[in-house]
């Protein structure tokens, strides 16, 4: 012991005791309220005496017998009874559902059958209209969706009533974003950090009357700031209760949707998200939902990210699902757009120094915008707000964001006033903002994958998930740089072209020496351009040639006999249980 030290006594404390009033509000008595879950710090002050290990009989406690506080109604936050080590949970927590999937998903490398089903789980939580929102990857390719209540030992049946895999935002790779930049243009403010990331939702209804009864909706809040808190509630793995974990709001940006071609807001935070919390909800302090947890970040540079689908995408979905019957996505602006910081860049222009804009670059042949847009027009407002030279435009306070959030508050077959720059000219145009069609899909929205056979060479078309099931998870590493250069870059010439490609070829005496061709893109068949894969089966069906040709990328052709080809394609079908050498959408 120091000698500055007071030495201790020992034997039975002093009785003097300070009565506590159990209407005056003390640190003792504090409750914390999140999420509608009041979490009860029961721990009692300790003055710096108290600190002190002291021995002998414990000190007692007064009885207190605080009034009976009134009763909560169902959403309300309020202060309860503090109980030790008991956090309060009140029944607005109710609305907070299990969702329980069984997906069964197309086979895009073979593209005739389907892969093994499987069985998720996730969060999910009601909302106004007898409906549960979720995740769209929660419900995607279901072939059954269960939802459970908190505190039910019932699953009951529902229904899926709209997906919005438009919702869905992709984030590549940086070393991907190094190797292609050379390559050509940035799709609509595109932003590339690492991992791929998901957002997207979904909604649901069941028609059992029982479910809903005692559940009341969440209400929405408004978009949160920076450092406000959150709370995010689901059924992540770990358990089969219901979870909170908290955080704040640590960044609001625009990110953008699969390979840029619609960018929507979204909020990260450091709030733990775990895989079966994809779906719940994400409230503020005042009870309201402000987002939807959709997926972490796992990196090792990389902590505590969680990224949360906010209200304005929420309500842009549910609202669409409402005016349309139908979910019909974002809506974007066809065209691909350069900065105008360069000074010498904006004289060169034609710019005046009190003009800001952005450079079009390229406009989507296939898109409405293409018949009053041209390469090199300055953008110099949307929908009369003024945009920067970075491509920004004020938000909030002290916050500024890519223009294209002004594109994604519009709906499809909405008009949008634009104002542009032409040979120092400048000139307004109102136009009707449509959904984006890629040469690449980065969905097939539920439906199983088109493909054609003849002779054991199978056809299909190439998509997001076909060259993840051809190169796995990894697949911006692994396919190869044309594909990849086509995916971001490639336009449409025409609203229904696609990409055809010889995926694979099924060995038989008749193809020998074509057994190396795969994933090679299809350009003509004797002599006629192949514009998607339904007119390449059409002309296959209908040739009245002795030879088939098809005319591959790098200056490969295949010649196959026309009547030996078609009497083969019987047998490899029986061999490789192929039901029909054409899928359904391709028949006549």
């Known amino acids: 012991m120091g000698s500055d030290g007071k030495r201790k006594k020992r034997g039975r ?19 914390f309220s999140v999420n509608n879950v009041e979490i009860v710090n029961s721990t009692t002050p300790t003055s710096a005496n108290h600190l002190e290990n002291r021995r002998g009989r414990p000190k007692k406690r007064p ?38 999937c069984v ?11 389907r892969k093994r089903q499987y069985s998720s789980s996730s969060s999910g939580f009601v909302i106004r209209g007898r409906r549960v929102l979720t995740n769209a990857h929660s419900v995607e390719h279901y072939t059954q969706v269960k939802l459970k209540k908190r505190g039910s030992d019932t699953k009951y049946l529902a229904t899926v009533l709209a997906i919005g895999t438009e919702c869905d935002i992709g984030k590549f790779i940086q070393v991907l974003l190094e190797a292609i930049r050379d390559l050509g243009d940035y799709m609509l403010g595109q932003e590339m950090i690492p991992q791929v990331v998901k957002l997207s939702c979904a909604l649901l209804t069941v028609n059992d009357d029982e479910f809903w009864e005692g559940v009341s909706p969440v209400e929405f809040g408004e978009l ?20 909170v974990t908290s955080g704040v709001v640590s960044r609001i940006e625009i990110l953008s949707y699969v390979h840029g071609s619609t960018e929507l807001l979204g909020l990260q935070i450091d709030a733990a998200i775990n895989s079966g919390n994809s779906g719940g909800p994400a409230f503020n302090d005042k009870g309201e939902c402000v987002g939807i947890a959709f997926q972490s970040l796992k990196h090792e540079d990389a902590e505590n990210i969680g990224y949360v689908i906010p209200t304005p995408v929420i309500k842009h979905f549910i609202q669409d699902y409402e ?26 222009m034609g710019m005046k120094p009190d003009q800001k804009g952005v450079r079009i670059r390229r406009v989507d042949p296939t898109a409405l915008e293409s018949e009053v847009l ?3 027009d300055i953008i110099l407002s949307f929908d009369g707000v003024d945009i920067a030279n970075d491509g920004t435009v004020p938000f909030r306070h002290g916050e500024r964001i890519g223009f294209s959030y002004l594109i994604s508050q519009k709906y499809t077959g909405d008009d949008a006033a634009i104002k542009v720059l032409r040979n120092s000219k400048t000139l307004e145009f109102v136009i ?23 002779a054991g060479f199978v056809f299909t078309t190439v998509s997001v998930p076909y060259l993840r099931s051809e190169y796995g998870k990894e697949y911006e590493f692994e396919a190869p740089v044309k594909l990849l250069d086509k995916l971001l870059h490639s336009m449409p010439q025409s609203p229904d072209e696609q990409m055809v490609v010889v995926s694979q070829v099924l060995v038989a005496d008749i193809n020998i020496g074509y057994e190396d061709i795969v994933n090679t893109q299809v350009l003509a068949f004797n002599g006629k351009p192949v514009k998607n894969l339904k007119s390449l089966a059409n002309m296959v069906e209908n040739c009245d040639d002795e030879f088939l040709k098809f005319d591959l990328e790098y200056d490969q052709i295949v010649v196959l006999r026309m009547k030996t080809a078609k009497e083969a394609t019987v047998d490899i079908l029986t061999t490789h249980c192929i039901p029909s050498a054409i899928s359904d959408d391709l028949k006549p």
């Open 63 to 100: 009885k207190h017998s605080p009034e009976k506080p009134p009763p909560l109604t169902n959403g309300e936050i309020g202060v309860a009874t503090p109980v030790e080590g008991v956090a309060r949970v009140l029944p607005a927590m109710d609305a907070v559902v299990k969702v329980f």
């Open 432 to 454: 009707k903002l449509s959904t984006q069609r890629r040469l690449i899909p980065p969905h097939v929205k539920g439906k199983p994958p088109s493909y054609y056979i003849i």
């Open 103 to 113: 997906h069964t998903e197309p086979n895009f490398s073979l593209p005739w059958q």
């Open 13 to 31: 404390k002093s009785k003097t005791q300070t009565t506590l009033d159990p209407t005056t509000p003390t640190l003792n008595d504090e409750v």
């Open 224 to 243: 949160p700031a920076l450092q406000d808190a959150v709370t995010v509630v689901g059924y992540p793995i770990g358990g089969d209760t219901i979870s």
């Open 323 to 348: 005016k349309n019957g139908a979910y019909t996505g974002f809506p974007f602006l066809g065209i691909e757009w350069q900065k105008m910081e360069n000074p010498d860049l904006r004289m060169a």
């Open 374 to 376: 041209q390469p090199s």
